[in-house]
């Protein structure tokens, strides 16, 4: 609330009014301009410690009309408890020196505890001696202009231990880009210990050339355009040549009508974040070469183990051939009987053919499956079923079981989804599982040689295939032991198999490893995430 304006009282007399009337209306006018101010009007008596207030003194202080007691002391218990000494000594020295009181203090309403902040102004009043005989003052309410004074004084407060604290550069600036305020961090990144020493200065006067024209730019393009700039990056050249990098946001500055009277900025260093990033991408990029080189040879290597798996069964493979093969000779030899015979016998010679295509079909796949395996190097992600992919496999290695007398038992959920994988990879998985399985066994009786490939949901999105065998078992080896690269057991082996199929299973997102069955022989297992959608 702004202070009361006394209003001017007419004093010159009109004509047919009475010095009595005058007085009266002087008075009402007086009565009147103090009801609009809201102020009290009171009167502290010396020599008997009395006071005597108005009515607008009895609502200033909380209390009901003529509800006052009437005493000095009295106005005082109502006064805050942490105001009540100053007000007493400063009224004491108003009074010794005879002088003007001119203060502010709090009030505590009585009825509901409530504190307010009163203004009071007084004079003393002398007899012809000099002597003080009383105190006369106004008095007014000031509790909204001192709760916003406050608020000011505390936003005023945050924002200087925001701009103290923060060591980001804050910086404000008028329309010609001179400083106007800043905060300790840029005046310390300038080399200045006292923010005041960058006002009125420019970028011109603290930076290379090249810099300060750019931030000119900027500066009054946001001027012109009213539109801010944010979280650009910026390159700041100092006097001495070195470079800096900060990530900079600039914005108009507006005066309480809009108009746009400067800019403000915040400056964050960025330099040691540029200069790890350069690093990082160079190092990325010599990362993307080797990560290229690795891959390629991880894939010939993989190709590599396939190629050995694959040789591995060249005598069952051979075997599985040899009897199609055999069987077209035969049948060709018959047909050609058939036909030589007098007169021909076209159906003996039409079965014979059939036979022919059979065999011929048979040993077409065998061919096929094994170019399939050595075909590929390259990863190709796929949908794949893998209860099909473990079929195709056990057909591939069906001479090897009969061979070796093991008895094969297929498991398979027939309700499995559909997985995202490399089928070539995943069926050299398996087949590297199938045939260190047979190998395991070959150390037992032929009667017990027993092969169990099964495959169910996991309760997770996920698939497992299990590979399980009545060999030996893993004995005192852990899985971990017998997957590192170049551990075999084998006279001519490489001791890849595992380790590949390992980082093959891995690639896909699942995991492998084995454990021992509840009787006897091992079991290997990997899980595989099911296809999304």
Known sequence: MNEPQWPAILTSQHSGIGNEELSRRNKDQLDLALSSARMGTWDWYLLDRSMQW??????????????????????????????????????????ERRAEYDGEFRVVWP??????????????????????????GVSWDVSERSQMENALAQERFLLKTLMDTLPDRIYFKDRE?????????????????????VLGKTDADLFAREHAQAALRDEQEILRTGQPLVNMEEKET????????VSTSKLPLRDPNGRIIGTFGLSRDITEKKRAAEKLAALTGELGEKNEAMREAQAALTHVSR?????????????????????????SNACLRWLDSAPPNFEEGRQAVMQILRDGRR?????????????????????????????????????????NGVKLRLNLDPVLPVIDGDRVQLQ????????????????????????????????????????????PGLGQQSFEEISKPFFTTKPHGMGMGLSISQSIIRNHGGRLWAEPNVDRGAKFQFTLPVRNG
């Not at 190629?307 to 049948?331: F, Y």
């Not at 796929?382 to 009969?402: C, M, R, S, T």
């Open 54 to 95: 108005d009515e607008r003194m009895h609502a200033l202080f909380g209390l009901a009309p003529s509800t006052f007691g009437g005493r000095y002391e009295h106005f005082l218990e109502m006064i805050h408890g942490e105001n009540r000494q100053q007000v007493t000594r400063e009224f004491a020295q108003a009074v």
């Open 307 to 331: 190629v050995t798996t694959v040789g591995e069964l060249a005598a069952s493979i051979a075997h599985e051939l040899t009897q199609p093969l055999a069987g077209v000779v035969t049948n």
């Open 428 to 471: 050299q998985v398996i087949l590297n599982l199938l045939i260190n399985a047979i190998e395991a066994m070959g150390s037992i009786d032929r009667d017990d040689r027993e092969l169990q490939v099964a495959s169910e949901r996991q309760e997770r999105a996920s698939i497992l295939v299990a590979v399980r065998d009545s060999g």
């Open 111 to 136: 009825a509901d505890g409530s504190v307010h902040t009163l203004r009071a102004r007084s004079k003393v009043v002398c007899d012809n001696q000099g002597k003080p005989l009383l105190v006369t």
């Open 363 to 403: 040993a077409t796949e065998v061919i096929a499956r094994i170019r399939m395996l050595l075909g590929q190097t390259r990863t190709e992600m796929v949908p794949v079923d893998i209860n099909k992919a473990i079929q195709e496999v056990v057909a591939f290695v069906q001479a090897e079981l009969k061979k």
């Open 177 to 197: 880009s001179r400083f106007v305020a800043v905060n300790r961090a840029t005046a310390a990144v300038l080399g200045l210990e006292n923010p005041a020493d």
């Open 238 to 245: 100092w006097p001495d040549g070195h470079e800096t990098w």
